[in-house]
Every structure is written in structure tokens, then in C-alpha cells.
DNA sequence: CCAATTTGACCGGC
DNA sequence: GCCGGTCAAATTGG
């Protein structure tokens, strides 16, 4: 409770600071005529940077003035969620049929409790089945984000029309990625889908190159964000770096609403005062995944901190050996206040390395 | 044959 | 006890 607002306040400080920081770049290149379009970017950054700000300022404001009321979704962050982790440890020996099945159980209710602290946001999502060629047709499928998702169940929903599909993604198993999704089709508007995601990917997992170019060519919308990757200067050519389907969804062009995320969000946060797009409450953001970083406008990616530039912020070039290296970043960074990044608790905790992926490289992470 | 989906059962929260 | 979410056996598809 009271932590939560100490977090808040950090991030409101690291907001700041960037803002700092990108006021002085600002500065740097304004007499430049060649980097008139720079500046703009730099400027809107900011500018956008401002507003995060103040409705981090507001929403301290307000659970200032009700401490007490709005206790449930806490996202609070890293150590409690790190530390409830559970050990899994002695992994391979199955001797008894009950203790597998009562590890089982630890393991379900542990990822439940879990599950209820990750970050969660909806989004809707129309999909316009191309033209109207096909009258009533309406689409094939669930739209693609780019993740490969397999379904796991599916459920009939009270006072809903159309039945809820649930998805998780594919690297479950093998990178322990527990993001999962909620398709609803809408009652009203069968074209449009209301998809709930739940915790970041923390497979390393890049959309696939034939869906990606595929939905790409259905998507009307998506098409700005990969001039802007040519644009931009300082991206590393690296997918790695590459985004999740929020980031997406901007593509799209659609509206995403966080949940659960904002104590007291009706207070004009997610609700009116901000489009997304140029307010992810960044508290969320942060949260939610290294990748998913100030969407701030869609076409400014520029500068801000992709996850390579973040481990670049405050200090030299950052190689991350291990996980212990890594929350020693995180918690670094929370206290030093250079990046937005501070209270990841992205799922990514020890537990969830074994040593059965070999092939998984943290420093890829933030590469 | 393997991987993904389907679908009824099961479980926990309210 | 109801409901939403997940599991897992059965089924389907490539």
C-alpha cells in the first residue's frame, strides 16, 4: 500500500528524468537544421514523456486520498512476486504417484495466485474481413498478433453470445512463458474481438516471418511502424528488441485499455482524458514487459529506450551473465532512477530457469 | 507421428 | 452453488 505508492513515485521519477534527458537532447540538436526531424521526435517524446508524468502524479494523488479503499489488484512488484515463487526444485525424479500429484496442485495454486498479480490489459480488436465481398462472412479465425498461441479452452460465458476462447502461448513449456489471452468475440459487433492478455512473453519468441508478413498484407494498418523501424537511426537491427501485441495492436490502430492495473483508473486515466497511445500508464508498462516501453506516439520509437538502449541508460554497455546479474540491474535501476524499466517484475524469475534451456541467453533480454 | 484443438471435468473464488 | 479459468483425454489435422 504504502510501497505502492513509493513505487509510483519512482517511476514518476524516472519519467522525470528522461524527460531530463530528453530535454537535453532537445537542446542538443535544435540548432541543427539537419536534425529538424529529430527534434520533432525528441519534442513529442517529451512531450508525451510530460504527460505519463502528470497522470502518474494524479494517480498518487488520488490513492493519497484514498489509502485505503483500492487494495486489490496490486502489481506491486519484484519481491513478492519473486520470492513466492515456487522452488521446483529437485525436477527429475517422479518416485511417488502422490507427491507428483500433490507438487502438481502446489504448482496450479501457485500459478494461480500468480496469475491473479500479473499485468492485464484488453484490447479490442476489429477485423475487417477484407472488404465486403463476402456479405456476412465475417472472418476466419482470431486476429494475429504475431505470438503463436494454442488454445486451451474454451467457455461459455454468462449473458455473452459467443463463447470465450483461452490461449496461451505456444513456449509454455519450453521457456516457462506464461503470457496467456482471452478471445471474445463481441456481442454487438461479431467483428470486433475483445482479447484480455495477461503477464509478458518471456520466450524470446519473434512473430514469425510468413504470419507476420501475411497479417501484415491483411492489416491494413500496420503499415507505418516498419518505415519507422527503417528510420530509425539507433535501432540495432535487432528483432530481438521487437514488440509485443500491444505494440501491435497500436498498429492496428485500436484501442487498448488497461486493467486492474491503475488503482482508481476511472478517474479519467485510462477511461477519457488519454488515448493510449500517448499515455501508457507507465506504471503498467513497466510492469508489463521490458519490450513494451513508452509507446508514446506510434511513430516515436526513436529514442526511446528500446530494451537495448535501456541497459545503456545509466551505465556502460550492460552484459547481463545472470539472473542474479539481472535483478541486480533492475533493482540498480530502480534505485538509481534511469530507466523506466524500474519495477519489472515481468515474470521472469529464477525459478523458471532450469537448466533445461540451454539455448536461453538473459543478456538477450535486453539486447 | 506429432502438434494443435476440442470439450467435458475439475478447481478455486465469490 | 455458480461461474470463470484451467486441465487433460480424445480427437483432428498436417
Known amino acids: 500500500m504504502k510501497n505502492e505508492s513509493v513505487c509510483d513515485v519512482k517511476t514518476l521519477l524516472n519519467v522525470l528524468s528522461q524527460g531530463e534527458e530528453q530535454t537535453l537532447r532537445l537542446e542538443a540538436c535544435v540548432g541543427d537544421p539537419d536534425s529538424a526531424e529529430m527534434c520533432r521526435h525528441l519534442a513529442r517524446q517529451t512531450h508525451s514523456l510530460f504527460q505519463q508524468a502528470a497522470a502518474m502524479a494524479r494517480l498518487i494523488a488520488d490513492s493519497r486520498q484514498q489509502p485505503s479503499s483500492n487494495n486489490n489488484n496490486n502489481n506491486t512488484n519484484t519481491a513478492a512476486v519473486a520470492s513466492d515463487s515456487p522452488p521446483r526444485s529437485g525436477s527429475g525424479s517422479p518416485t511417488s504417484e502422490s507427491s507428483e500429484r500433490a507438487s502438481k496442485e502446489q504448482e496450479r495454486r501457485e500459478m494461480s495466485k500468480k496469475r491473479k498479480t500479473l499485468p492485464r490489459w484488453t484490447n479490442q480488436v476489429r477485423v475487417t474481413s477484407g472488404g465486403s465481398s463476402d456479405g456476412g462472412g465475417v472472418i476466419e479465425g482470431t486476429p494475429d498478433d504475431g505470438y503463436s498461441w494454442r488454445k486451451y479452452g474454451q467457455k461459455d460465458i454468462l449473458g455473452a453470445k459467443f463463447p470465450r476462447g483461452y490461449y496461451r502461448c505456444t513456449h509454455r513449456n519450453s521457456y516457462g512463458c506464461l503470457a496467456t489471452k482471452q478471445v471474445q468475440r463481441s456481442d454487438e459487433d461479431p467483428s470486433v474481438f475483445d482479447i484480455t492478455y495477461r503477464g509478458g512473453h518471456t520466450c524470446l519468441q519473434r512473430r514469425r516471418p510468413t504470419a507476420t508478413a501475411a497479417s501484415a498484407a491483411q492489416e491494413p494498418g500496420m503499415l507505418q511502424m516498419q518505415d519507422n523501424r527503417q528510420l530509425d537511426p539507433n535501432r540495432p537491427q535487432e528483432p530481438h528488441c521487437d514488440q509485443n501485441e500491444l505494440l501491435l495492436s497500436f498498429r492496428q490502430g485500436l484501442k ?90 515481468f515474470v521472469l524469475e529464477p525459478a523458471n530457469f532450469e537448466p533445461s534451456f540451454p539455448s536461453f541467453d538473459s543478456s538477450n533480454f535486453f539486447r
Open 256 to 345: 487498448v485499455k488497461t486493467e486492474g492495473l491503475i488503482p482508481d483508473g476511472e478517474h479519467g486515466l485510462t477511461s477519457s482524458s488519454f488515448s493510449f497511445p500517448s499515455t501508457p500508464v507507465s506504471n503498467f508498462a513497466s510492469t508489463f514487459s521490458p519490450t513494451f516501453i513508452s509507446p508514446t506516439t506510434s511513430e516515436s520509437n526513436y529514442f526511446s529506450m528500446s530494451p537495448c538502449q535501456m541497459s545503456n541508460f545509466g551505465r556502460g554497455p550492460t552484459f547481463l551473465g545472470s539472473e542474479s546479474e539481472l535483478t541486480d540491474l533492475i533493482s540498480g535501476a530502480t534505485s538509481v532512477a534511469n530507466s523506466p524499466m524500474v519495477d519489472i517484475d
